[in-house]
DNA sequence: GTTTCTAGTTGCAACTTAAAACTTAATCTA
DNA sequence: TAGATTAAGTTTTAAGTTGCAACTAGAAAC
């Protein structure tokens, strides 16, 4: 079932306390986000990945089996037409969609300047989603010059502005 | 300065009218995020991008020329001390914020389920920033289950809602 | 003026990808 | 029910990419 064996070449791996790389040894080889876009787009068999994406077959089945083994995709065998396999996102694959829609967007903004089609809309008032953004506690939208890094351990708990001593050192050498 | 020329393998491309395929061919390519995550940690020489993330200093060249043709990062001899360069995040680059920290906090939801340290505050109250979300146009948070695809060309413009005859079949077959 | 430092480049072996042909099992079709 | 077809892979092989280690070139330090 697993064509290639899994990438012996460098992984990007857990250094520093940094969730990033974890994603990325999934979702950062190339085609995964565009099997997903597919998979959002309700493509759940072999073919349909293989027509929509345009990449080889060897290269899907082996992703299809690294996204199944990574829980982001479940494989199931129809139960009614036993050559068929079906593909669905799980929760973790669901989860995935924000990031999704941030690239998606970020795309559409600075590469193509074209408004992407389709697009998702409430499906209660068929109005278009918002620009995916940073929110505060309050739910101000933050830019980047609104930000800084700090140590969790340094983390202010709920709302009491702890004592710290040199508040400086922090922000810097973020990990 | 371009060490490998660019990628003669199968290219992530425009199909349809997605900007995803766009996104991806920038920063789908591998170290690409690790890269943009140390830039936005204010790491901006070669060799502080080598020692923080650890890959080959051929491939570190190379994703760094990809990054600066593709207006990510901007490069600049120092001044001071004409054997050093920096590298430093444009506007297009730090736009790709929301998309980093939405993979981050996927990563850490399902991949690590350890916070990553260090984490994003807001400078005004030094409060984390929230979990990034799905927004309908009123600020609602939206899941995958309240969403729906829509043609761009049968969107209900400034909320009048049009007379679409057939509704159904514009949900199908998403780009 | 020699050493060191920074940002690369080069060469090569190991690995991955892409394309096309092949396989295996299940289902139509006549 | 034999033969064609479909779905989901696997195999083969060439071409492209990566990783490592050693090398280079220009600027600064000593």
Redesign the interface.
Known sequence: MTTLKHNET?H????G????????S??????S??IL?SA???VRHFEGFLNK????RNILANRLARLTQG?ILARTPCPNDRRKVEYRLTQ?G???????????????????G?????????????????E??????D??V?K?Q????????Q??ID?E?LDIVDEEA?V????
Chains 1, 2 share one sequence.
Do not use: Y
Not at 146 to 153: A, I, K, N, R, T
């Open positions: 460098q990007i791996s857990d250094e306390d940094c969730a990033l790389p974890h994603a990325l999934l979702m950062g080889e190339k085609w986000f565009m876009r959002f787009d309700d994406i345009g990449l080889a829980g973790k669901l989860d995935l969609l924000p990031a999704m829609l941030a690239l998606r967007q970020w795309g559409e903004k600075w590469a193509t074209i408004p992407s089609t389709p697009v998702l809309v409430d499906q209660a008032d068929r109005k278009p989603i918002k995916i953004t940073i929110r505060s506690h739910d101000r933050l980047w609104d930000l800084c890094w700090v140590d969790v351990s983390l202010d709302g502005t922090l810097k050498n973020i990990g």
